[in-house]
């Protein structure tokens, strides 16, 4: 029954161009049978051209030829006399019944031209639409195999065929199995750039159709078609666009590797960059407390009971630690070589211990503390969160007057929680926030303060393992810089009971 049902839809499909041909004939005689004592024959006539507009507009010449016959044979059965037979009686006529059909055919033709026209034009813009949307998606990718997948699916449904794209290199010695014919076919289209095997005009009697497109002068893409019967993979008509896909994916691929070298030798010129600001500010940041420590040694080796000098070089030993950590800490980040330990944080003992470890820091200084009594915990790496609480505090120590006052503040926002160090120095003058967390970068009025710019950059670091947003800007109430820790709702686990600091 399916059969059945099957091979009636086909000849149904087959025939309908003449259903729509013979009931257009129909209702235009009918119309015209209607008219005929109020229109001359020459008038009636060009009702018969519609019929053959419709047909030949839609199905193409040959059946608007046949329908403009079916149209004249018409014409003449119902309206030309002696009405209901083929006879001619009148040479007038005769002609009316030359100029209809020319007229019949010329309007099939121009139509038919019509129709393969805006049948070019469809699918030159499906052409383009396909190969703009494989260029936006092999944009979207960052590696070769991907790229190479997105081709096969493309290429998959306009050839509805086996395809597989690899380097030419990779390709061709898993051919060696294939037949000698198909071998050749290949190497044939890697020498020449054109494409060969079946349904190709060389090689066609191979069992697959293959094509190329070059990455560079080294690299190419071998593409493969095949199918199991005896049909072309993809038509003779249809292969400048799928080379035009092939040399789309070429292109992108040649790309990311041009990218990718680019990102290599700008990642080389930073390090390069990086090693020298290093051994500058060594040269620098360390002949000053090493200095220090050395004479206050002499001077202890003199006189033990001098405590001043003991005091400056226990502050050249801390400061040189404090050197020695940062460059630890960023050397870390920069090799990813740090494990997080994710636990539940309380934020208020977290900025007590930072503050504990920066006693001598802030021995001289106001600290002043805005925060709720009730914060909740965030989920965290106490120790990563305490370097970037002591590496903030630090930077405000450093850049503020002496004796000025500190501000750290812990607030609810709708989508997190935010934390704030806030200082009375100059603020950042012309340079942006997102230098200032570069490493080795002090900003514009950092001549004069003791460091290496580091402490910044390790706490972007840390604040982007822990999911944390950093962000900083100018007080807006009075000279000073602000920097804004943000931890998301993500981060937070519930509401603390402990009371503030």
Request: with cysteine; net charge neutral; glycine share 8%.
């Given at each position: 029954m399916k059969l059945d049902e099957s091979r009636l839809l086909a000849w149904y499909r087959s025939v309908r161009w003449l259903f729509l041909g013979v009931g257009a004939i129909a209702l235009v005689t009918f119309v015209a049978v209607l008219l005929s004592r109020q229109l001359s024959l020459a008038n009636l006539a060009f009702l018969f051209i519609l019929p053959v507009i419709a047909v030949s507009g839609r199905y193409g010449l040959m059946r608007g030829s046949i329908t403009a016959a079916l149209s004249t044979l018409a014409f003449n059965f119902f309206l030309v006399p002696p009405r209901y037979t083929l006879l001619i009686s009148d040479t007038d006529n005769v002609v009316t019944l030359a100029a209809l059909f020319a007229v019949a055919f010329a309007v099939s033709n121009f139509a038919a031209r019509l129709q393969e026209q805006a049948s070019a034009a469809r699918q030159n813009a499906a052409d383009s639409e396909a190969?703009?949307?494989?260029?936006?998606?092999?944009?979207?990718?960052?590696?070769?195999?991907?790229?190479?997948?997105?081709?096969?699916?493309?290429?998959?449904?306009?050839?509805?065929?086996?395809?597989?794209?690899?380097?030419?290199d990779d390709a061709l010695p898993g051919l060696a199995?294939?037949?000698?014919?198909?071998?050749?076919?290949?190497?044939?289209?890697?020498?020449?750039?054109?494409?060969?095997?079946?349904?190709?005009?060389?090689?066609?009697?191979?069992?697959?159709?293959?094509?190329?497109?070059?990455?560079?002068?080294?690299?190419?893409?071998?593409?493969?078609?095949?199918?199991?019967?005896?049909?072309?993979?993809?038509?003779?008509?249809?292969?400048?666009?799928?080379?035009?896909?092939?040399?789309?994916?070429?292109?992108?691929?040649?790309?990311?590797?041009?990218?990718?070298?680019?990102?290599?030798?700008?990642?080389?010129?930073?390090?390069?960059?990086?090693?020298?600001?290093?051994?500058?500010?060594?040269?620098?940041?360390?002949?000053?407390?090493?200095?220090?420590?050395?004479?206050?040694?002499?001077?202890?080796?003199?006189?033990?009971?001098?405590?001043?000098?003991?005091?400056?070089?226990?502050e050249g030993t801390d400061r040189l630690e404090w050197l020695f950590a940062n460059l630890v800490d960023l050397a870390r980040i920069r090799a990813g070589a740090f494990s997080l330990q994710l636990e539940a944080v309380d934020i208020t003992d977290a900025i007590g211990s930072a503050l504990d470890a920066m006693k001598r820091q802030t021995e001289n200084r106001e600290i002043v503390l805005d925060m709720p009594q009730s914060l909740p915990l965030v989920r965290s790496d106490a120790r990563l969160l305490h370097h970037i609480l002591v590496n903030l505090i630090d930077n405000a120590c450093k850049f503020s007057p002496a004796c000025s006052a500190i501000e750290i503040g812990v607030g609810h926002q709708a989508d997190g929680l935010a934390l704030t160090v806030r200082d009375a120095g100059p603020g950042f003058g012309s340079s942006t926030g997102s230098e200032l967390f570069l490493p080795f970068d002090r900003g514009a009025n950092a001549s004069s303060a003791p460091?290496?710019?580091?402490?910044?950059?390790?706490?972007?670091?840390?604040?982007?393992?822990?999911?944390?947003?950093?962000?900083?800007?100018?007080?807006?109430?009075?000279?000073?810089?602000?920097?804004?820790?943000?931890?998301?709702a993500a981060c937070l686990i519930g509401e603390s009971n402990e009371e503030g600091i």
């Open positions: 190969i703009a949307k494989l260029t936006s998606k092999l944009g979207q990718l960052t590696t070769e195999a991907a790229m190479r997948q997105s081709l096969v699916d493309a290429l998959s449904s306009e050839a509805n065929c086996a395809v597989t794209v690899n380097e030419a199995a294939a037949s000698p014919i198909d071998l050749a076919a290949a190497r044939w289209a890697l020498a020449h750039g054109d494409a060969a095997g079946r349904g190709a005009a060389i090689m066609g009697s191979a069992d697959s159709l293959f094509l190329t497109s070059r990455i560079d002068d080294e690299r190419a893409l071998l593409v493969r078609f095949w199918r199991g019967d005896t049909l072309d993979p993809v038509a003779l008509s249809r292969l400048p666009f799928v080379q035009s896909m092939a040399d789309r994916c070429s292109e992108a691929i040649d790309r990311l590797c041009v990218a990718d070298a680019r990102r290599s030798l700008e990642a080389r010129a930073q390090q390069d960059a990086m090693r020298e600001a290093l051994l500058a500010s060594f040269g620098h940041d360390m002949r000053t407390p090493l200095t220090a420590i050395k004479s206050g040694l002499a001077a202890l080796k003199d006189d033990p009971g001098n405590s001043a000098a003991l005091q400056a070089a226990n460091g290496t710019g580091l402490g910044l950059a390790i706490v972007a670091g840390y604040a982007k393992a822990l999911g944390i947003g950093v962000h900083c800007s100018n007080r807006t109430d009075r000279n000073g810089a602000e920097f804004a820790l943000f931890f998301p």
